[in-house]
């Protein structure tokens, strides 16, 4: 079946500028999670959405950082007025609802120049 | 302190040696264990859970839990060169579930002919 999509793969943008990345889960799947990887670093959490709860959005480095979760499935991770260590692979993962573990997609790859 | 400690490494191995990856983490609650393996340029995917205290064996692969030492291992016998990769280790406050996991750096492991 279609994992988990993220789109773009790559996005090469200038410092001040407002990006947008969008992230598909697994059909089905509950619950979504962003993450940011940096070159070399663990996956560091930035926000969890769960069915029509409340997001947690403990992870969120700033108020430059927003995302939103249509209808339960798409969901949009937007950095407003990106600086350059914002530069980092942005990984989308779903779950289904047991919770068994987190499937990951592809990741998007954000440099800031 | 981080929450979830991995020696970066990188670890290597011969072919066909056991390759012992190690993980600690400092925060006494934490439930459940997670072992995602990461090649360069990709996203993670799961590799083993453990929840209990003792062995999981999974064919070469095997993990280890000691809640009492806070540690966590993963053994991979029978090292192959496709085994190389970076190993996330993982953990989350809840029984049995991935639902909100907090990364360690990980472990590069090369396996050399």
């Known amino acids: 079946g279609a994992g988990v999509s993220q789109s773009p793969s790559n996005k090469v943008t200038e410092k001040g500028k407002d990006v947008e990345l969008r992230c598909d889960p697994i059909s089905g799947h509950t619950a979504l999670y962003w993450y940011r990887q940096s070159l070399g670093q663990g996956l560091e959490f930035l926000i969890y959405f769960q069915g029509n709860s409340a997001p947690d959005k403990s992870g969120l480095p700033s108020d430059r950082f927003s995302a939103e979760r249509t209808g339960g499935s798409v969901s949009t991770l937007t950095i407003q007025r990106t600086q350059q260590e914002d530069s980092a692979v942005y990984l989308c993962?779903?779950?289904?609802?047991?919770?068994?573990?987190?499937?990951f997609g592809p990741g998007t790859r954000l440099l800031v120049l | 302190q981080k929450e979830v400690e991995q020696n970066s490494g990188p670890l290597s191995v011969p072919e066909g040696a056991i390759a012992s990856l190690n993980c600690t983490y400092s925060d006494r609650v934490s439930q459940s264990f997670f072992w995602y393996r990461q090649y360069s340029g990709k996203s993670p995917e799961l590799i083993m859970s453990?929840?209990?205290?003792g062995d999981k064996e999974d064919g070469r692969f095997t993990a280890q839990l000691n809640k009492a030492s806070q540690y966590v291992s993963l053994l991979i016998r029978d090292s192959q060169p496709s085994d190389s990769a970076t190993y996330l280790c993982a953990a989350d406050h809840l029984p049995g579930t991935a639902s909100k996991l907090t990364f360690g750096t990980g472990t590069r492991l090369q396996v050399t002919l």
């Open positions: 993962a779903s779950s289904p609802p047991s919770y068994e573990t987190q499937y």
């Open positions: 453990i929840y209990s205290n």
